[in-house]
């Protein structure tokens, strides 16, 4: 069984950074890609991100490229997505998630373990 715990949400001004962390329990993490996943008030959780277990292929949804970036230190079992220049439509629940397959992909159906998410708002 693997345990997922994400920290680092908050409330931050337009254009503020945030860094969000994942903390994940299990010997064989490096094997699973991770994912990072959101939703907003009132809608569908969504992808944003997603590496494999190499750390070699990143994935990240239209929105978000170019100001998010996810990373892993597979020694500390971390899952990390730094967030730069948010914007208010960025205000959502923070998920992150694990995929024993370790491809790291961007639907939500590949992905075995979940955290509770972390609350992410953004303010104009």
């Known amino acids: 069984q693997v345990q997922l715990v994400e920290s680092g949400g908050g409330l931050v001004q337009a254009g503020g950074s945030l860094r969000l962390s994942c903390a994940t329990s299990?010997?064989?993490?490096?094997?699973?890609?991770m994912g990072w996943f959101r939703q907003p008030p009132g809608k569908e959780r969504e992808f944003v991100a997603a590496?494999?277990?190499?750390?070699?292929?990143?994935r990240y949804t239209d929105s978000v490229q170019g100001r998010f970036t996810i990373s892993r230190d597979n020694a500390k079992n971390l899952v990390y997505l730094q967030m730069n220049s948010l914007q208010p439509e960025d205000t959502a629940v923070y998920f992150c998630?694990?995929?024993?397959?370790?491809?790291?992909?961007?639907?939500?159906?590949?992905?075995?373990?979940w955290g509770q998410g972390t609350q992410v708002t953004v303010s104009s």
């Open positions: 998630a694990a995929d024993r397959a370790g491809a790291g992909r961007w639907w939500q159906a590949a992905y075995d373990y």
């Open positions: 590496m494999d277990w190499t750390g070699g292929t990143t």
């Open positions: 299990g010997r064989t993490f490096t094997h699973y890609g």
